[in-house]
C-alpha cells in the first residue's frame, strides 16, 4: 500500500490497482480519525512492468545470476558471479535487500521487527466501508474473552490493516507496528482469528496469503565505502512504520 499523492509524484500512479478517497484509524472503541488523504494498492505486477521497461529503454543490460564475490582494485571493482561470469565496475550498487552481505554498517545492525499475517479472503459479509481504508484498527474488545491474549497484547500490540474491495472481497493483516525481539508469528496469526470472529467475518477462503517480515530500524551504511547500498540494506525503511516504497 501507498499514499496516492506519493505514487503521482513519481509517476507512478497507473501502477495502483485499487484507491480509497480516504483511511481511518480505530484509535479505541470509542475514538476513530478519519485521514483526509487516498491510498492505494500496487500492482506489483504493473509496478515490476513498469520499471523493467524503463530499465529496457535506457539500454539497461540483464544478467541473471546469484551475486557470490565482490572485488575492488584500485580503478575498478568486479562482481564474481554464481554462473562463473565476472563483470566488471566502476560502481556497484547492492539492491540486494536487507541481508546483504557486502554493505559495511559503523555499529552492529541489532533491528526491531515488523511482523504480519494478512490474507485476502472472500468473506460472507464485512463491517468495514468500502470508501475508506483502515490503515489500523487498535480496538482490543475482541480479547474481552481471550484472557491469555489480552495480556500479552498490552506488552505488545497489534492493529489489523484493512483493504475493503467489496463487500466480499477484503484483505486484511494483523499486523505488530515494531517490537524487539520479534512477535511470534503464531501469535499474530491467533490474534487475528479472535479479532476476525469478534468482527463477524466469517471466510470463506483465502485467496492469497503472506507473512510479513520487515527489519526496521538499524545503523547506517558507512560512508564512504566502495559499494553503494540502496534499498533496505541502506536504513531508507521508515523506522516507525516499515513503508518502503511509500515514505510516511
Ligand atoms: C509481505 C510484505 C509486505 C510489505 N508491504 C509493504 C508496503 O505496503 N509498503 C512498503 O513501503 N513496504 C512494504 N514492505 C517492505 C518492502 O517490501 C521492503 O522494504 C522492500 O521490498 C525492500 O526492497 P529491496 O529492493 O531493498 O529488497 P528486496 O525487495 O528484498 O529485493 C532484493 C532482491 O535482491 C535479490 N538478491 C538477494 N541477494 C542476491 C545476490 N547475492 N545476488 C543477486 N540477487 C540477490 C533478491 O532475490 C531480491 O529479488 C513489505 C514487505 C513484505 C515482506
Known amino acids: 500500500g501507498v499514499w496516492v499523492d506519493e505514487f503521482e509524484s513519481l509517476g507512478l500512479d497507473d501502477c495502483l490497482d485499487k ?10 472503541d470509542h475514538k476513530t480519525k478519519y485521514l483526509d488523504r487516498a491510498y492505494g494498492r500496487v500492482s506489483r505486477k504493473e509496478l515490476k512492468t513498469k520499471l ?42 547492492d ?8 554493505i559495511e554498517y559503523d555499529k552492529p545492525r541489532s533491528h526491531g521487527y515488523q511482523i504480519a499475517h494478512g490474507i485476502l479472503a472472500e468473506v460472507d459479509n464485512h463491517p468495514f466501508d468500502l470508501d475508506k481504508m483502515v490503515l489500523m484498527d487498535w480496538r482490543d474488545s475482541h480479547l474481552g474473552s481471550e484472557p491469555y491474549l489480552r495480556k500479552d497484547n498490552s506488552k505488545i500490540p497489534t492493529f489489523l490493516y484493512v483493504m475493503p474491495f467489496s463487500s466480499n472481497l477484503i484483505f486484511l493483516e494483523e499486523t505488530s507496528l515494531v517490537s524487539r525481539p520479534v512477535l511470534s508469528y503464531m501469535e499474530v496469526k ?19 496469503d503472506e507473512k510479513c517480515l520487515i527489519p526496521m530500524g538499524g545503523p547506517l551504511p558507512i560512508i564512504p565505502q566502495s559499494v553503494m547500498a540502496i534499498g533496505g540494506n541502506s536504513g531508507i525503511v521508515h523506522p516507525s512504520t516499515g513503508y518502503m516504497v511509500a515514505r510516511t
Open 19 to 28: 484507491t480509497w478517497p480516504m483511511c481511518c484509524v480505530y484509535i479505541n
Open 190 to 208: 491467533k490474534r487475528m482469528v479472535a479479532r476476525l470472529r469478534h468482527l463477524g467475518i466469517k471466510v470463506r477462503s483465502v485467496i492469497e
Open 95 to 102: 539492491a540486494s535487500g536487507f541481508t546483504s552481505h557486502f
Open 52 to 93: 523493467l521497461s524503463g530499465c529496457v529503454s535506457n539500454q539497461v543490460k540483464f544478467h541473471k545470476a546469484k551475486v557470490w564475490k565482490i572485488e575492488h582494485q584500485e580503478f575498478e571493482s568486479s562482481v564474481v558471479c554464481s554462473d562463473g561470469s565476472e563483470l566488471k565496475a566502476s560502481l556497484i550498487v
